[in-house]
């Protein structure tokens, strides 16, 4: 986690320590890896975007922004012919 906090601070101009990543609703810790979290290449795809919220440290009262996540987009659906056998079969018995 530390090294995405890095990551963005270089995207953000602010420290680490400015930054805050939670899952969900839970704060995540420096130490741990995305993948501690369930995120990888097969839980987080374009089709199915995982959602990490991000708050700043304000500059003028030293406390971290409430959390607040706006999804901003939905991915379009994916053709066929990138579906899985699994869900083409799944979406036939529902259809």
Known sequence: MLELKRMLAGISKLQPEDVRLFKDDDLMDDRKLLTDYNLNASTAKAQSPATIGL?????????????????????????????????????????
């Open 55 to 95: 708050a700043y440290k304000l500059t003028d009262s030293g406390k971290f922004e409430t959390l607040e996540i706006t999804p901003l987009s939905t991915p379009p659906e994916l053709p066929d012919v990138m579906k899985s056998p699994e869900t083409q079969s799944h979406e036939q018995t529902v259809n």
